[in-house]
């Protein structure tokens, strides 16, 4: 077999396309604050006035002053995606305007990948890794159509990256070369979609829901060749569309309890499959005094990326400034088995800042 022939193999496609990792597209989070992750996930139906939800951007509605939030996460467990290492910082923007308006916006970590594996194809033994991860971003407004009851309008955007040195070891002993070596560069471009969010405030209780629409995107990979010519090619991506839907009480001046529901369809991307599921969250706060708050939540995973894992929660919050700034810290504890049976586990530790314009003086 001579160059000429392995050349001719390359343009006829004979080397694979783009190998998804056999762990999937990107080990997922849900993109909560602080304050909704040490109350176990609970966001849909918890007015917030300081920080800002993608899960339903409605509860922010009765927000006076514009603020800004700053946040950070880091886990330790046996998902390599995320072990020892910070996820992408959550940043969030608040902005009250005449009418009863509030425009918010946010960005968000969404998935994380970093792996490696041996895969034996056709002809080929192949040593492959992978790294890379996914962003989400929303920006809208939110309205009051009354004291008790507000809408959101906004878009949903998803994008990002994924990058995959791969090496091929040659079956036949004849090959020209002893090995080929390729780079796929796969680039999310950005995926758009609309969300719609509603909440009922009442004195000691609230409700809200958020429904986000499917979001659809160009999918470009990006072949370089070690010895050969690039390649290039593309396709269509979906996000599937969301459901989130909350409820609080107040049963006492100083305690709030509530009680989330996330709910997803499957997920297709690249030939890796995600199961559609359901996240169940409850969770309390419990102001102390002085500023201080106390929190607790535990979550449960019916399917989606991490099928039957239970999460336990805690956090606190210090509010100075009469109110103009904070900041939130909280972790949590999850547990689960894979697709292998094999016992996995999680710890996460999460803190933000978040300040209002009444920071800055009047």
Known sequence: MTVFTCILLVLSGSFPDFIPPPTGTGDEILPLTPRAFGMGGVCAGV??????????????????????????????????????????????????????????????????LN????????????DLSWAGGRVESYAGLSGRAADWLAFSFG????????????????????????EIEYRDDVSFRQAWGGVFGLFVNADRFGLGFSISTDRKGILDIHRDYVYYDPDSSSQMYTIPGELSAGISFRPLDRLLIGLDIFSRKSLDVLDSHTDSGTIISAGSEVYIGSGLIARTGYSHMNGLWRDGADRFTVGAGLVFGNGSAGIDLSTGYQFWRNIQDEFQKETVIFISLWATEKWLGE
């Open 155 to 178: 878009g949903r955007c998803t994008f990002g990256s994924i990058v995959s040195d791969v090496t091929l070891i040659p079956d036949a002993p004849d090959y020209p070369t002893k």
């Open 115 to 126: 792996t490696a594996e041996e895969i034996i194809l056709d002809d080929f033994t192949g």
């Open 47 to 112: 007015p917030d006035s300081t920080s800002f939800s993608m899960l339903n951007p409605a509860a922010s509605a009765w927000s006076l002053n514009s603020g800004v939030c700053f946040g950070g996460r880091y886990s330790e467990g046996d998902v390599p995606a995320w072990d020892n290492s910070l996820g992408f910082p959550l940043i969030s923007a608040i902005v009250p305007l005449p009418g009863r308006i509030v425009v918010t916006a946010a960005i968000d970590g969404k998935s994380r």
